[in-house]
């Protein structure tokens, strides 16, 4: 995937990138604005390695489309997602000033209060999705953000890259986004089922959420 650099727009979109935020496995996230609408965003632009492995621009598809349909004050907002002219494909989301819960353990640590209400926030926002029939299956402090909104810090739980959809008999649906069988998601956090490659479900969360809740207090 070639560089994108200050100035220049998403071929074929309203959106100019404004700075590169970061970099990780899945592609590379950039501070954006709408030039239009002079409006800033989040853009995550895919690596072209990963769009074209095996079933991998439908599960980015729908992850936009889960998070798009999901509205909760602890859950990031996906507001855009598509393929540029020249084959470049992103996701757009709300543009969040803050840092991350491992960024901010390291720097600050965490009381015991903060740590409980930040778990509280992650759970509620889990328990809004498990309704939905949706399991996140990467709970770690890194997909955690804590927002400067309005004076206050707003809990934020972030990278749906990985969900799996659940019936409501706890089964894979047939749009499950990731592949059956092997282990997914971040191995210091993952529930013992989870690394058996067995079916996901709510509590993989839910162990995930303790695993964080104890690494806030342990320090």
């Known amino acids: ?87 470049v494909t992103y996701f757009v989301m709300e543009k969040l000033e803050g840092v991350d819960l491992r960024r901010f353990m390291k720097k600050r640590g965490v009381t015991r209060t903060r740590a409980i209400d930040i778990t509280i926030d992650v759970l509620e926002a889990l328990a809004h999705v498990h309704n939905q029939g949706i399991v996140h299956r ?21 990278d749906f890259g990985i969900v799996s959809i659940v019936d409501g008999d706890g089964r894979l649906s047939q749009g499950r986004i990731t592949k059956t069988g092997g282990f997914v998601g971040t191995l210091y956090y993952a529930a013992p089922e989870q690394m058996q490659g067995k079916p996901p479900g709510p509590a993989n969360d839910v162990y995930a959420c ?10």
Request: proline content about 3%.
């Open 138 to 158: 990467d709970i770690k402090p890194e997909n955690i953000f804590l927002a400067e909104q309005m004076g206050h810090t707003t809990t934020k739980v972030l």
């Open 1 to 87: 995937m070639a560089v994108l650099h200050p100035g220049q727009m998403l071929a074929g979109t309203s959106y100019q990138i404004v700075r590169e935020i970061g970099a990780g496995g899945m592609g590379v996230v950039y501070e954006i604005e709408h030039v239009r609408l002079k409006k800033r965003y989040v853009a995550k632009v895919i690596h072209e390695q990963i769009k074209h492995e095996d079933g991998a621009l439908k599960r980015m598809e729908r992850e936009a489309q889960v998070l798009a349909g999901i509205t909760h004050p602890n859950i990031v907002q996906v507001h855009d997602f598509g393929t540029t002219s020249d084959d």
């Open 210 to 219: 303790g695993l964080v809740l104890f690494e806030m207090l342990a320090g």
